[in-house]
């Protein structure tokens, strides 16, 4: 077990090393230059409540920014080492599937804490630091569940593009399930038959995706910072769905013929 943990902590910190050779902390300066400059335009454009609009605004970027990073770099990283042959050089030493695919999940998964940690600074120039704290773990939550899906999904579809677009397409639904339902919900919608079938199927569809819409809000920042009840019903769900991706990820890295 202790030479488990060894290999699968020294792949770890290879895939971090990784990151910090690539464009990632570029790319991650970009993004944050871009929410900084677009806060500033916004301090002139707005009349009123400008403040609000900042804040909501640059907090938007910055989440889906993070998301976009972690999840493009996981996929690139996981397909790049396939291609080039490197998973069939590190499992043929003495190495377990097992020890090498949590050693890159526990890499990635602290390289998006770490972009989660960045991220979150600038807002520290408009909303209080507890606030700011809140958000944050809150996105680094958001961002582990991303690099477990984009590992999975560049594991399963060995292919950028398919890879990328279900790692978002899981991140969106997620996101907007909530809205969704609360619409098929609605006073204007129709009680007919068909319309109960959509509710039941949206409820179900519900079930399976990661209630994004309650994590990372920004009426965190806006109002109040959250109660302890409230952060845990956004945040535990997002651990829980990580750990069932990276299980579903394990299950089918052992199926597979390398």
Not at 135 to 156: D, I, N, P
Request: charged content about 10%; hydrophobic content about 60%; glycine content about 6%.
């Amino acid at each position: 077990m202790p030479a488990r943990l060894n290999s699968a902590a020294t792949l770890a910190r290879f895939a971090l090393v990784e990151a910090r050779r690539s464009g990632l902390p570029w790319l991650a300066v970009a993004a944050l230059a871009a929410a900084i400059a677009l806060a500033g335009f916004l301090s002139q454009l707005a009349l009123t409540e400008s403040l609000s609009l900042q804040v909501s605004v640059v907090a938007a970027l910055l989440r889906a920014g993070a998301v976009f990073v972690i999840a493009s770099h996981v996929a690139a990283s996981t397909l790049r080492e396939a291609n080039d042959k490197g998973i069939e050089l590190a499992l043929s030493m003495p190495l377990s599937r097992s020890a090498y695919y949590l050693g890159r999940l526990a890499g990635f998964a602290a390289l998006g804490a770490a972009l989660a940690a960045v991220f979150s600074l600038p807002l520290l120039l408009w909303c209080a630091p507890y606030a700011v704290l809140c958000w944050g773990v809150s996105l680094a939550a958001e961002t582990v569940l991303m690099a477990a899906a984009a590992l999975f999904f560049s594991s399963a579809l060995a292919q950028l593009a398919p890879a990328l677009a279900a790692s978002v397409g899981l991140y969106l639904l997620g996101r907007a399930i909530g809205a969704i339902q609360a619409i098929a919900s609605g006073p204007l919608a129709a009680d007919s038959a068909a319309q109960q079938a959509v509710r039941r199927s949206l409820d179900a569809v519900a079930l399976l995706v990661p209630r994004l819409d309650l994590a990372t809000r920004s009426e965190w920042l806006l109002y109040a910072a959250p109660g302890a009840g409230d952060w845990l019903r956004g945040v535990a769900p997002l651990v829980v769905y990580a750990a069932l991706l990276a299980a579903a990820g394990l299950f089918d890295f052992h199926r597979r013929n390398l």
